[in-house]
C-alpha cells in the first residue's frame, strides 16, 4: 500500500543531519579561514560545553521518551498517530529541537568555533521553515482542533 504526501510531514530532510551539516560547514570553514578563537579559559569552555550537551540531550531524551510512551513515531518523516502535549511539551511545541539547538551550541563551543555558533541562526532558520513549518501543516490537518488548541497554548520555541 502506498502512503500518500498527506500521511508524513514531508520535511526536507532528517532534523539532525540539518543540524550536523551547519555545525560541520561551521567548523570546517572556521579551520580553513583560521577563525579566531572564541577567548573563553579552557575550563570554562569546557564545563559550558559538558552542561550544554547534558542540558540538550535530556531536553532531547525526555521528548522522544514521550513520543515512545504515546506509541508515535519520533522521526518527523513517518506518519503520527498521537498528539504529545504532556511533559516538556507544555513548555514548548518543539522540544527535540530546541535541545538539538542547546547541543548544537553546546559542542560549537566545545570545538572553540565562532563560526559554527553564527551558522545556528541560519540552520535554526531552516529548520523552522521547512521542518517545524511543515510538521505544523501536517499536525493541523491530521489532529483538527485538539492541535490548535495546542498551537494557541503552547509556543513554538519557548
Do not use: H
Amino acid at each position: 500500500m502506498s502512503r500518500s504526501a498527506s500521511d508524513i510531514p514531508g520535511v526536507i530532510a532528517p532534523p539532525p543531519l540539518i543540524f550536523l551539516g551547519f555545525l560541520a560547514l561551521g567548523w570546517g570553514a572556521g579551520r580553513l579561514i583560521d577563525e579566531p578563537s572564541l577567548g573563553l579559559d579552557r575550563t570554562l569552555q569546557t564545563g559550558i560545553a559538558i552542561a550544554g550537551l547534558v542540558l540538550g540531550l535530556a531536553i532531547e531524551g525526555w521528548a522522544a521518551g514521550l513520543f515512545r510512551k504515546a506509541r508515535t513515531a519520533v522521526q518527523p518523516w513517518k506518519r503520527s498517530t498521537a498528539l504529545v502535549t504532556e511533559g516538556v511539551y507544555r513548555f514548548t511545541r518543539n522540544p527535540i529541537y530546541l535541545g538539538f539547538a542547546v547541543t548544537y551550541l553546546a559542542l560549537a563551543v566545545g570545538l572553540d568555533s565562532p563560526l559554527a555558533i553564527i551558522l545556528l541562526i541560519p540552520c535554526l532558520l531552516i529548520v523552522d521553515r521547512f521542518v517545524i513549518q511543515r510538521e505544523e501543516r501536517y499536525l493541523a490537518a491530521r489532529f483538527g482542533v485538539d492541535y490548535d488548541a495546542y498551537r494557541r497554548r503552547v509556543r513554538r520555541w519557548l
